[in-house]
């Protein structure tokens, strides 16, 4: 708190390898009784993260913002920061964990303050089927159309496990293991200013879906929990076909072939619209196709972690009422699908045409409509 040997030893270990160096720490902040918010002992105590540059310089640091529940032993700061900096190799911004799924501060460094890469200190705790760190990560970067830097506690007790470099235009590398304790060194070249590659897309999320006015609407449309959110799905049974099911806002459309298909799994499409209320309140739009955890339909949602069948070929999108979506596809074990997908310009998530695919657990369009999110307390 204040000068401390924890400090003096990031800003040596940075100076003394010409690196920039990123951690976690705790801050405490003095406060007084004429703040309505202090805390009885007088302190603030912040879930922190700092950055010193390549001479040993302290460039940001940044108090975390959005506190997962759990979290109250920390102190929200009164407004979001927005913490960015120069380098010589791009601009930078930074934010920890939970803070990923808001529009402060994470979503308004890039449109506001046009970073190129976000610094991510996390302790994620995975979640199946649309909330594992990977999958999530990754598609935030390629959403935001930044690199995210993200470096995730690894703790197999607490389900965390997944970290990464993630660039819009590539998925990896990254590290996921759930079996051991062991950590690895992940390393990549990045581009400095990722948004400026002429090839890379920039969806418009409902453009396909506005236009769709033949897809039958899904038979045997059935509801189920994932996350404590209630969707509405509709089962595929047949080897090929289209589909779209719909909930309140928000109708989501599927073309689809197996190739390979498993007799004992069961997959769904399945649509979620609404306010999510299970570790903190933010509306959610999803749009998803997902391997259920058996054969029977009240097990959709359920997490699984692998699959046997394959398909020839997916194309995803919805009417989203945000701009704000982020492409997910995990194939079986947790697997990232490098090379398998890509984002069209009118808002499709489609597998790659000629290639080969593993065994699917999900393909998603999670979307945030962050004006709806109700105002914190």
């Not at 930074?94 to 994470?106: E, N, Q, R, S, V």
Request: with cysteine; net charge negative; glycine share 8%.
């Amino acid at each position: 708190f204040g000068p401390a040997p924890v400090q003096t030893r990031l800003s040596c270990m940075a100076k003394n390898n010409a690196i920039y160096v990123v951690a976690n720490i705790g801050d405490k902040k003095p406060c007084n009784n004429s703040d309505p918010g202090c805390p009885d002992n007088g302190h603030y105590h912040h879930n922190t993260a700092v950055v010193y540059d390549s001479n040993g310089t302290l460039v940001a640091r940044y108090h975390k913002f959005n506190l997962f529940t759990g979290e109250d032993h920390f102190d929200r700061t009164h407004e979001p920061e927005m913490v960015s900096f120069e380098t010589p190799f791009g601009k930078f911004g930074i934010f920890i964990c939970f803070d990923i799924i808001f529009l402060k501060p994470a979503a308004s460094l890039v449109v506001d303050h046009k970073v190129d890469s976000i610094l991510y200190p996390t302790a994620w705790m995975n979640g199946l089927p649309h909330q594992t760190a990977i999958a999530l990560h990754s598609a935030w970067a390629m959403g935001m159309g930044v690199n995210l830097l993200s470096a995730n506690t690894h703790n197999t007790s607490l389900g965390m496990t997944g970290s990464g470099i993630f660039s819009p235009e590539n998925l990896g590398p990254y590290y996921y293991n759930k079996d051991t304790e062991e950590g690895q060194l992940v390393l990549s070249e990045l581009s400095v200013h990722p948004r400026n590659s002429p090839t890379l897309v920039h969806p418009q999320w409902s453009l396909y879906a506005s236009s769709i006015d033949n897809y039958p609407p899904g038979t045997n449309v059935f509801q189920g929990f994932s996350y404590s959110d209630n969707y509405n799905f509709t089962e595929l049974r047949e080897p090929q076909g289209n589909y779209t099911v719909c909930q309140n806002n928000l109708c989501c459309h599927l073309s689809y072939s197996f190739k390979e298909r498993a007799k004992d799994e069961l997959y769904v499409l399945g649509v979620f619209d609404g306010l999510h209320t299970d570790e903190g309140e933010y509306y959610l739009q999803i749009c998803t196709m997902l391997k259920c955890q058996n054969n029977e339909p009240k097990s959709c949602g359920e997490p699984v972690e692998t699959a046997s069948t394959k398909f020839e070929a997916f194309s995803l999108c919805g009417n989203f009422s945000t701009s704000f979506v982020f492409p997910e596809v995990l194939m079986s074990d947790s697997k990232l699908a490098p090379g398998m997908f890509q984002v069209l310009r009118d808002g499709r998530l489609n597998s790659q045409p000629n290639i080969s695919m593993e065994p699917l657990l999900t393909v998603t369009l999670f979307g945030r409509w962050h004006e709806k999110d109700p105002a914190l307390p």
